[in-house]
Nanobody
Framework: QVQLVESGGGLVQAGGSLRLSCAASRSISSIHTMGWYRQAPGKQREMVATITSYGATKYADSVKGRFTISRDNAKRTVDLQMNMLKPEDTANYYC???????????WGQGTLVTVSS
């Protein structure tokens, strides 16, 4: 089974930027959908951005225009560039793998993003 490891989280001021990276232990070229999800304290995990094997992207309304997801099958990575960060973006961010294109079946351990006001 593929293992996912996230990196890049940290503390940033509102308006700042962070880049998250998800590294897969095996090839992801045939995986239908890879994505980033987040979970804030007391809230359900939600989709932030996804990207399919053919490059189609989808974003949550709350991050459109600020976040960009990218996928490099050769490097087995999926990155999330986050700009103009807001305090409400504070959460644990998880990389997810969806062979069937639906809710992820494999998760990374998560990386914490904290945005201060």
């Amino acid at each position: 089974q593929v293992q996912l490891v996230e990196s890049g989280g940290g503390l940033v001021q509102a308006g700042g930027s962070l880049r998250l990276s998800c590294a897969a232990s095996r090839s992801i070229s045939s995986i239908h959908t890879m994505g980033w999800y987040r979970q804030a304290p007391g809230k359900q995990r939600e989709m932030v951005a996804t990207i399919t094997s053919y490059g189609a992207t989808k974003y949550a309304d709350s991050v459109k225009g600020r976040f960009t997801i990218s996928r490099d099958n050769a490097k087995r990575t999926v990155d999330l560039q986050m700009n103009m960060l807001k305090p409400e973006d504070t959460a644990n961010y998880y990389c997810g793998l969806s062979p069937g294109g639906r809710w992820p079946e494999v998760w990374g351990q998560g990386t914490l993003v904290t945005v201060s006001s």
